[in-house]
């Protein structure tokens, strides 16, 4: 009985660590786009890592009871969770591709135009109607095709630096 059961426990560990390597590298990448962190240098999306490694460890812990569902489905969904709970905290983006974007069109956006899914199952894992899902994508795109609003000169708050370069001609 000890033997089939350890038997069991080694082979379930083994299709997860396969899992893993196919998966967890787009799965690290779609968390990143979520936080809007730096990819770049290796080890700047921290709070990706960290999400990534609670949504891997509940999908481990599930393991056993997914009979036939997709383990980067079930994953994916967690990250969902974990980061919609995270976001609304303190934590603001720090410098990655979607920094300008709030916390629920990046959600929106990197689930529709990254991983792919479509718009009535964004809406129900968001739990929010098609039509918002929609509308929330489209102002994403909307933002991310905008260009980005010039920085403020350090000196004179609420005087953007290109006013004060035109001002200087």
Do not use: K, S
Request: net charge positive; hydrophobic share 40%.
């Amino acid at each position: 009985m000890r033997e089939r059961q350890a038997d069991r426990q080694r082979r379930r560990a083994q299709e997860f660590e396969d899992f893993v390597a196919g998966a967890a590298g787009r799965l690290l990448h779609t968390a990143t786009l979520f936080t809007a962190e730096p990819a770049e240098p290796a080890g700047a999306n921290l709070r990706a890592l960290r999400l990534l490694t609670a949504a891997l460890a509940h999908t481990y812990a599930e393991w056993d009871r997914l009979r036939g569902d997709d383990p980067y489905d079930r994953t994916r969904q967690e990250l969902v969770i974990r980061f919609a709970r995270d976001a609304w905290r303190h934590h603001r983006p720090r410098g990655g591709l979607l920094e300008r974007l709030t916390p629920q069109e990046r959600l929106v956006l990197v689930l529709r135009l990254h991983e792919g899914v479509a718009e009535e199952q964004a809406a129900a894992l968001l739990g929010l109607p098609a039509e918002r899902v929609r509308a929330i994508c489209t102002r994403a795109v909307g933002t991310m095709y905008a260009p980005p609003e010039p920085p403020e000169h350090p000196g004179r708050p609420g005087r953007p630096v290109a006013r004060l370069l035109r001002g200087a001609r």
